[in-house]
């Protein structure tokens, strides 16, 4: 039977404490961007221009039919190297850069999905207030649409981010250390693989459970 | 830039001499669908009990297949995938596990790919099943009951040819992302279609060609999906729902 043998992990805290922030910061990250960008996509897309509409669209539908993992390998292998052709500069470490923008631009599409519904749920009249008030369509979008789509959108934004979070382990294919990463490293390094992945997976779980427990509550709330 | 374009590196023999290039992308597609699709029949199968089971009125067994959804959800998918290939094997008896170990690695890859896959996803198919099942009125499984059928009966006859049909839109796009995510089984070297991409770079000094080649066969994947479930939507829709006839 297998003896396990968890005598390697105290020491490597420290290491795995880092791999967290490196994974939280390309979760945050890509939140953040993923969130802004994604509004404009969405609004884009609902936009009245066509080629708008045409172009957000393609834009998420493209990114949405393509695996992540490729994502991450084309802004790592394919797009650093044209912009040093375009640039002609030596780039130094770009793993964790490019991973940023890999996630950001990534997770832009899927958010904008949620917030296009989040939108189309709001009630036409809200639209036809805002204009019959003389506000311009811009400003109706942004201080009487937008306030109200959000706010029925929070449990979703946040379901997707704790999905984020899980992804972002995923960075383990440019050989970038987030917490999986480092995990992995540790594990190789002292033999005790198994241990430190039923570690890592523990605390995947821990956070991941814990968020989306908080998440229920917070939609329960929402929802009365 | 000067890139020199080069699409006919596709069709240059690989350095075994075998096959070309593309020969090579058509493997890695062909592993990319045979992964997809096995893992797809697992993740309806388990996904389906998993789900049926979460709705029936025992507690034992609607929380078992509760814990099953969280902890599949709960944990990233390449965790888990590499908890089936390089743990499992250490947990199972030796005996068994060595004979895993001794292997074809391909035959390895594969089977911890496979049930990763099929696992995981039966967890999200398993949160449809039970959506679809409690969508229903509760007077269904009580006209049932009020019948004279078993429980068992309820589900077979009355319970799940509904909530199936009901379910098949979300269904499409978590079939969808089967496809999808075989590409983490890149991680563990099963040469699928990715795993192509990157190769490509190695071997051919082409990457753009190979990263735009591999990134259209998956678009095409997602088309052919797509227009497939679509058929099979407007076939099994219920009339007189959102979308129904």
Same mark, same amino acid.
């Given at each position: 039977?297998?003896?396990f043998?968890?005598?390697?992990?105290p020491?490597a805290?420290?290491?795995l404490?880092?791999?967290?922030?490196?994974?939280?910061e390309?979760?945050?990250t890509?939140?953040v961007?993923g969130?802004?960008?994604?509004t404009?996509?969405a609004?884009?897309?609902l936009?009245?221009?066509?080629?708008?509409?045409?172009?957000?669209?393609?834009?998420?539908?493209?990114?949405r039919?393509?695996?992540l993992?490729m994502?991450?390998?084309?802004?790592?292998?394919i797009v650093?190297?044209?912009?040093?052709?375009? +640039?002609?500069q030596?780039?130094g470490?770009?793993?964790?850069?490019?991973?940023?923008v890999?996630f950001?631009l990534?997770e832009?599409?899927?958010?904008?999905e949620?917030i296009?519904?989040?939108?189309?749920?709001?009630?036409?009249?809200q639209?036809?207030?805002?204009l019959?008030?003389g506000?311009?369509?811009g400003?109706?979008?942004?201080l009487v649409?937008?306030?109200?789509?959000?706010r029925n959108?929070?449990?979703?934004?946040l379901?997707?981010?704790?999905?984020? +979070?899980?992804?972002?382990?995923?960075?383990?294919v440019?050989?970038?250390?987030? +917490?999986?990463?480092t995990a992995y490293?540790?594990?190789?390094?002292?033999?005790?693989l198994?241990e430190l992945?039923?570690?890592a997976?523990?605390?995947? +779980?821990?956070?991941c459970f814990?968020?989306?427990?908080?998440?229920?509550?917070?939609?329960?709330r929402f929802?009365? | 830039m000067?890139?020199?374009?080069n699409w006919?590196?596709?069709?240059t023999?690989?350095?075994?001499g075998?096959?070309?290039?593309?020969?090579?992308?058509?493997?890695?597609?062909?592993?990319?669908?045979?992964?997809?699709?096995?893992?797809?029949?697992?993740?309806?199968?388990?996904?389906?009990?998993?789900?049926v089971l979460?709705?029936?009125p025992?507690?034992?067994?609607?929380?078992?297949a509760?814990?099953?959804?969280?902890?599949?959800r709960?944990?990233?998918?390449?965790?888990?995938?590499?908890?089936?290939y390089?743990?499992?094997?250490e947990?199972?008896p030796?005996?068994?596990?060595?004979?895993y170990?001794?292997?074809?690695?391909?035959?390895?890859q594969f089977?911890?790919?496979?049930?990763?896959?099929g696992?995981?996803?039966?967890?999200?198919?398993?949160?449809?099943?039970?959506a679809g099942?409690?969508?229903?009125?509760r007077?269904?499984?009580?006209?049932?009951l009020?019948?004279?059928?078993t429980l068992?009966?309820?589900?077979r006859?009355?319970?799940?040819?509904m909530?199936?049909?009901?379910i098949?839109?979300?269904?499409?796009?978590e079939?969808?992302?089967?496809?999808?995510n075989?590409?983490v089984?890149t991680?563990?070297g099963?040469?699928?279609?990715?795993?192509?991409?990157?190769?490509?770079?190695?071997?051919?000094a082409?990457?753009y060609?190979?990263?735009i080649?591999?990134?259209l066969?998956?678009v095409?994947i997602?088309v052919?999906?797509m227009?497939?479930m679509r058929?099979l939507?407007?076939?099994?829709?219920?009339?007189g729902f959102?979308?129904?006839?």
């Amino acid at each position: 039977m297998y003896e396990f043998d968890w005598s390697s992990i105290p020491g490597a805290l420290p290491l795995l404490g880092k791999g967290l922030l490196v994974t939280l910061e390309v979760t945050l990250t890509a939140i953040v961007v993923g969130i802004g960008w994604g509004t404009l996509l969405a609004v884009a897309r609902l936009s009245s221009n066509r080629l708008l509409s045409f172009l957000a669209a393609g834009y998420v539908n493209l990114f949405r039919s393509v695996p992540l993992v490729m994502v991450i390998l084309w802004f790592y292998l394919i797009v650093p190297q044209a912009l040093k052709g375009l +640039f002609g500069q030596d780039i130094g470490d770009i793993r964790l850069v490019s991973a940023l923008v890999a996630f950001a631009l990534f997770e832009a599409a899927y958010y904008s999905e949620i917030i296009r519904a989040g939108i189309q749920s709001v009630p036409k009249g809200q639209v036809a207030a805002g204009l019959a008030l003389g506000l311009t369509p811009g400003q109706t979008m942004r201080l009487v649409v937008l306030p109200q789509a959000f706010r029925n959108m929070i449990p979703l934004l946040l379901t997707q981010a704790i999905i984020l +979070f899980q992804d972002t382990s995923l960075v383990y294919v440019i050989g970038l250390s987030d +917490f999986f990463g480092t995990a992995y490293k540790v594990g190789d390094r002292d033999g005790r693989l198994v241990e430190l992945l039923l570690f890592a997976g523990a605390a995947y +779980f821990v956070i991941c459970f814990t968020v989306s427990r908080l998440v229920k509550h917070l939609q329960a709330r929402f929802i009365k | 830039m000067n890139y020199n374009w080069n699409w006919s590196v596709f069709l240059t023999p690989v350095p075994s001499g075998e096959t070309t290039y593309l020969g090579w992308l058509f493997t890695g597609l062909q592993w990319t669908v045979a992964l997809s699709l096995s893992a797809w029949v697992i993740a309806l199968v388990v996904g389906s009990i998993v789900g049926v089971l979460r709705t029936v009125p025992n507690r034992w067994l609607s929380s078992f297949a509760a814990v099953y959804v969280e902890c599949f959800r709960n944990v990233p998918l390449l965790v888990q995938l590499f908890s089936w290939y390089f743990v499992l094997p250490e947990l199972l008896p030796p005996a068994l596990g060595n004979a895993y170990k001794q292997s074809d690695p391909l035959l390895q890859q594969f089977l911890a790919a496979m049930l990763c896959l099929g696992l995981f996803t039966a967890a999200r198919v398993a949160e449809q099943v039970r959506a679809g099942i409690e969508s229903l009125p509760r007077g269904q499984k009580n006209a049932g009951l009020a019948m004279g059928f078993t429980l068992a009966q309820v589900y077979r006859h009355v319970l799940l040819p509904m909530a199936f049909r009901i379910i098949v839109p979300p269904l499409t796009s978590e079939f969808l992302n089967i496809f999808k995510n075989s590409a983490v089984a890149t991680t563990i070297g099963l040469i699928e279609l990715s795993r192509q991409a990157q190769q490509l770079v190695d071997y051919t000094a082409q990457p753009y060609e190979a990263f735009i080649a591999v990134t259209l066969l998956y678009v095409c994947i997602n088309v052919t999906v797509m227009f497939l479930m679509r058929r099979l939507e407007e076939k099994v829709r219920v009339p007189g729902f959102i979308g129904g006839k």
